[in-house]
């Protein structure tokens, strides 16, 4: 599964698209069993950045609620 460009300028037809490309795999990730002790690590701008699954979830969550109530994500 390839990265989203977080920095790019995505029409919402375009996210969609990357959404539903990835659907198959958040389904299986969800599926698994989830080590609340694993850390996903993320490079940006040459830093390492980890955090807990557990929080990673919740930001998707959090976030797949507000943009369903029709708000705009922080």
């Known amino acids: 599964m390839e990265a989203i460009d ?5 029409s919402l037809d375009e996210l969609r698209a990357e959404f539903s490309s990835n659907s198959a795999a958040w389904m299986d990730l969800l599926a698994g069993d ?3 002790d694993a850390d996903t690590v993320e490079i940006d701008d040459g830093w390492e950045v980890r955090d807990p699954v557990p929080v990673r979830r919740a930001q998707v969550l ?8 029709r708000s705009a994500p922080p």
């Open 6 to 10: 977080e920095k790019a300028d995505l």
């Open 34 to 36: 989830l080590d609340p």
């Open 62 to 69: 959090i976030t797949a609620a507000i943009t369903a109530a």
